[in-house]
């Protein structure tokens, strides 16, 4: 596999000289610029020219050809250099900028970069989108598409429970519940009862029926005796009838 020069994309570098950091100032960011191991300095400049030849920046508008300028500086943080293609002295092409901060050095990406990134970050956003609802999809023959999300039985663990409402019990209700437990009270009483919650229950005493005396009895067994009626008699069958003798 091929190696990659970092020049070709020059976007994703940067470079700093710690030395130069704590006496930039805008006499001096050019120079601090320029030095061979900045990657973003290009040694066929007029800047090189003037350089070796010991003359001032300012003739660099009597120069046709690739120059570097101090664009805007806000000490001590902030230069901005601009790289041009000089064709006259009234006349330059913008080829690239570069932004100093702090003494780290790095190229301003263009309009093209920029919106190419932006659309770049938006397109995988969108098929990451994708793909994960592709993910929540789910197919039968019988039951056609649906969706299965991971959170979904969970959700619905933690949901809370709604009560039914009990619905009000009826007048006839009410009456005949009533009634019965009446009944039930008639035949088994109570055997303690409460005054108080938390008192000791006190017991019932239970009321016997007074047995009739065993007289009555008697003679309420003699009445049904006497008022049966007496058997009747076996009825006597018809006399025969005898011949006559001549």
Not at 52 to 61: F, I, S, V
Not at 109 to 123: E, N
Not at 143 to 169: L, M, N, V
Request: overall charge positive.
């Amino acid at each position: 596999m091929a190696s990659v020069d970092i020049r070709d994309n020059p976007l994703g570098i940067s470079w700093v000289d710690s030395g130069w950091v704590p006496i930039l100032n805008p006499g001096n960011v050019l120079d601090y610029f320029s030095e061979r191991s900045n990657p973003f300095y290009d040694r066929q400049c007029n800047n090189e020219l003037v350089k070796m030849q010991r003359l001032t920046l300012d003739h660099l508008n009597q120069m046709v050809g690739v120059e570097y300028i101090l664009l805007h500086a806000q000490e001590p943080i902030l230069y901005i250099i601009r790289k041009q293609q000089r064709q006259s002295p009234t006349q330059v092409i913008p080829l690239a900028d570069y932004y100093i901060i702090a003494g780290v050095v790095y190229q301003a990406p263009d309009l093209g970069s920029v919106i190419g990134s932006r659309v770049l970050s938006a397109v995988h956003g969108i098929q990451s989108a994708f793909d994960e609802a592709m993910s929540y999809c789910r197919y039968h023959p019988s039951k056609g598409y649906w969706w299965h999300f991971k959170d979904q039985e969970e959700r619905e663990k933690a949901k809370p429970k709604s009560k039914k409402k009990e619905e009000p019990s009826s007048l006839f209700q009410k009456q005949r519940v009533d009634a019965l437990l009446l009944d039930l009270r008639l035949k088994f009483p109570p055997i303690y009862y409460q005054p108080k919650p938390g008192e000791k229950p006190i017991p019932v005493e239970v009321k016997k029926e007074p047995e009739p005396p065993t007289e009555t009895v008697k003679q309420e067994e003699r009445e049904p005796a006497a008022k049966t009626p007496a058997p009747t008699p076996p009825s006597k069958a018809p006399p025969e009838k005898r011949p006559r003798l001549q």
